[in-house]
């Protein structure tokens, strides 16, 4: 099978993979726990916080284990308005745009019901929000912008420089972004950014590990309650092998950036100047200056072809594709990040993400592009095909 949803998930790095191993065999001792094996255990935790804050250019103390990122932006945008009620009766306003990932959305989404106040910037064709609205759209009230990176469905990258820039001329508001589809695929530095969030599994790392950068001088309250790991800001036994394997994950998709960068921009240009051949299909991702390199979105533009219906196709050739966010595809019908960008239903009903990885071939890249061919061919034959 070929596949190609490493946005969804990727496999674990064989070096990562190696370190799993060893610490979950050799290194299982409680963290917490006062005796030798717990505090080697917690010198090793330390010691990989080191090294993640070396790489990504922050104090040590900066760095928060979580669960994954889903944790991480839960985290950072109920623990800031936590924090912000705790101190003060004013009703706090949020800024995020209208194609976060679900777990930034529909979080903002829940704290809607309990009263805070959202604005949900818009995003241009090409799936970026236009840093003049932000500013406009800030408050007397606004304690919080959160934008994401790179989006997980069209590979837009945000402009979180010129955001951060904004942001930090403005006394008393915090800027949370969601780096886990931009982190190790698209260059981005942490200075003007308050809150930062990385995912283990979607950079060769295990599942259920994810980090949170909390600068020194943000304050958010813990969302979950326990012990005094983490600074007590996130409690629970520390996952000491998903620690160990993310720092390894990390200094693997830092270190070896600039190879795997231009092999996926060659990967890139090259499938993507094939399908843009094919009439049948519009390239959703904006072009590679404004995306990242991994993530190929296109939509079939003739009615009555669905995403479920072209994957299934894909999947029956062993392609194995995705649409929008696994989080949200098994819900939704229409992509709410191709609405945002103002494609019809037609387009935002049959998107399908390819992901790229630096280990697909050019010939896989051929026998992506075949199938491509076979799916217009059987689309076109009106063949009778399975409806998952
Ligand atoms: N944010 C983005 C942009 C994502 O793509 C994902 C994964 N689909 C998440 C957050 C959630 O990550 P995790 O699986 O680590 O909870």
């Known amino acids: 099978r070929l596949y190609l949803d490493y946005c969804a998930s990727t496999p674990l790095h064989p070096l990562v993979l190696k370190k799993l191993i060893e610490s979950s065999q050799y290194i299982y001792a409680n963290p917490s726990s006062v005796h030798q094996m717990g505090y ?30 889903t944790e991480s932006n839960n985290m950072a945008i109920i623990g800031l308005i936590r924090k912000i009620k705790e101190k003060s009766k004013v009703t706090p306003h949020i800024i995020i745009s209208q194609i976060e990932h679900p777990s930034v959305y529909n979080c903002c989404k829940a704290l809607e019901k309990d009263g805070v106040e959202v604005t949900y910037v818009s995003v241009d064709k090409n799936g970026l929000v236009n840093v003049s609205e932000i500013e406009d759209s800030i408050r007397e009230n606004t304690v919080l912008v959160s934008i994401m990176h790179v989006n997980n469905e069209t590979g837009s990258i945000q402009p979180i420089d010129e955001i951060g820039e904004l942001i930090q001329s403005k006394e008393n508001i915090c800027f949370h972004v969601d780096g886990v589809q931009g982190f190790g695929k698209v260059p981005l530095e942490l200075d003007n950014i308050d809150l930062f969030t990385i995912s283990g599994h979607k950079i060769g790392g295990p599942k259920g ?53 231009n092999y996926l921009v060659e990967l890139y240009t090259y499938i993507s100047s094939q399908i843009k051949k094919k009439k049948e299909f519009t390239i959703n991702s904006p072009k590679l200056s404004l995306s990242s390199p991994h993530i190929l979105n296109l939509s079939y533009h003739q009615e009555g072809i669905t995403s479920a219906q072209l994957i299934n196709l894909f999947a029956k050739r062993g392609v194995i594709l995705s649409s929008q966010s696994a989080c949200s595809s098994k819900s939704s019908k229409l992509s709410r990040v191709l609405m945002a960008m103002s494609h019809n239903e037609v387009i935002s009903s049959s998107s399908i993400r390819i992901s790229l990885h630096e280990t697909m071939t050019f010939s896989d890249a051929d026998y992506l592009l075949q199938s491509i061919e076979e799916v217009l061919e059987q689309i076109k034959q009106k063949k009778r095909f399975a409806i998952n």
């Open 40 to 69: 080697e255990a917690s010198c090793l935790i330390e010691e990989s916080r080191k090294v993640i804050s070396e790489l990504l250019n922050v104090k040590s103390s900066e760095v928060v284990f979580t669960s994954g990122a």
């Open 209 to 261: 590990i994810g980090i949170l950068v909390i600068k020194e001088n943000i304050e958010i309250s813990p969302i979950i309650f326990g012990g005094s790991q983490e600074n007590s800001i996130r409690p629970g036994t520390t996952n000491l092998p998903g620690v160990v394997s993310i720092t390894e994950a990390i200094k693997i998709a830092l270190l070896d950036f600039n190879k795997r960068f």
